[in-house]
């Protein structure tokens, strides 16, 4: 069952989940952070063994001008799933978490021991994200039989094969990729590459882009995986890729360059974030298996066929 409030997304997702899966997909549309909303969802549809929580705002810059509507939505979310959740039996709680809540880049490539300090973190997203790992570890240290697993993602990207889901960011996208796959199907004129003097090989900043199908495998590792007790695994490929790199990897997919400007540098970015992702390979058995090639090419398919997005 999907539980959304779709306030950054289309209802029309569920019908073409249903279409690719061929199994029917319950869409409740509510507000994950009231209990009322979660315990009708469990009445009508339940019982479940497994909460996968996503539910979340997640622009960073965003989070840095609207910091109370970040705390509350991430952390009142989390504390109405894990009311209704553990009143109702569930075995599994699985975290969408970030790669962002690293503090220290001296830790690159970032492993799940990772400094993680709360005064340092920039902005109230990534803070929401660490406050609200801290709450699932004392939460499950008194339900010692509930499995909480914290996915902590890199920088998803990438649509499904099919062409029929995909990201579809409300106005303009804040994220490389979007704003590309836009100026690639000619509804925003030109990209911008935000500083290209960061000590980098091409100077401009690395990612750690991960295949959102990638990702999505992460998750379904991790709930066959998952026993009683708390584990973190970062979810990322730990091949970074620059902006003029993904920017040329797309410009492949679409067959022509595309118009770039070389704009002043983004505040509050790192030059570079990626992760070592060998934990979750040795221990749930999952490795990314797509390259950036890949992820391009699957965004410029769910954009030509989906000029306008979900709203097409
Ligand atoms: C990537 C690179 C920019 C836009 C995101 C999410 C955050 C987290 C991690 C989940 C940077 C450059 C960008 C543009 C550019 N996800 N850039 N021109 O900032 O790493 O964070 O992934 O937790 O929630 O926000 O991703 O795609 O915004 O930036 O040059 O128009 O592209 O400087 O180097 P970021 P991004």
Same mark, same amino acid.
């Given at each position: ?16 989940? @249903? ?5 029917? $997909?319950?869409?409740? =549309?509510? &507000? ?16 479940? #063994? ?9 622009? $960073?810059? #965003?989070?840095?001008?609207? /910091? ?7 952390? &009142? ?47 109230? %997203? ?6 609200? @790992? ?26 499904? @094969? ?6 579809? /960011? ?42 959102? $199908? &990638? ?17 973190? %695994? ?5 091949? /970074?890729?620059? =902006? ?9 997919? =679409?067959?022509?360059?595309? /118009? ?13 974030? %990626? ?38």
């Amino acid at each position: 069952m999907l539980l959304d409030n779709l306030d950054n997304t289309s209802d029309v997702v569920a019908s073409r989940i @249903e279409q690719i899966t061929g199994t029917p $997909v319950a869409l409740v =549309v509510g &507000d994950a952070a009231d209990d009322e909303v979660v315990g009708a969802a469990f009445a009508e549809h339940g019982p479940f #063994e497994a909460i996968i929580h996503f539910a979340a705002h997640k622009a $960073v810059g #965003e989070s840095t001008q609207k /910091p109370l509507e970040y705390y509350a939505n991430n952390l &009142d979310s989390t504390f109405a799933l894990l009311r209704v959740g553990l009143a109702n039996g569930i075995r599994s709680f699985v975290f969408s978490s970030t790669g962002t809540v690293y503090s220290n880049p001296a830790d690159l490539p970032f492993r799940e021991t990772g400094t993680r300090d709360l005064v340092e973190l920039s902005n109230p %997203y990534s803070k929401s994200k660490l406050i609200n @790992e801290v709450i699932l570890a004392d939460v499950q240290k008194v339900n010692p039989e509930l499995n909480v697993t914290l996915l902590r993602y890199f920088n998803p990207v990438g649509a499904h @094969e099919s062409g029929l889901i995909g990201e579809d /960011p409300q106005g303009i996208p804040n994220n490389l990729m979007p704003f590309v796959a836009r100026v690639a199907v000619g509804s925003l004129p030109e990209i911008n590459v935000f500083g290209d003097d960061y000590d980098t090989p091409d100077g401009t900043g690395l990612r750690d882009y991960i295949h959102v $199908v &990638d990702l999505a495998e992460g998750h379904v590792a991790a709930l066959e995986k998952a026993q009683p007790g708390l584990a973190s %695994y970062n979810l990322g490929t730990g091949r /970074p890729v620059s =902006v003029l790199e993904l920017i040329a990897s797309f410009e492949k997919a =679409v067959g022509r360059e595309l /118009p770039k400007v070389i704009a002043p540098r983004r505040p509050g970015d790192m030059a570079a974030t %990626y992760c070592d992702p060998a934990k979750a390979e040795s221990e749930l058995g999952w490795k990314a298996r797509f390259g950036i090639d890949d992820m391009t090419s699957s965004v410029w398919n769910w954009q030509q066929k989906n000029p306008r997005g979900y709203a097409s």
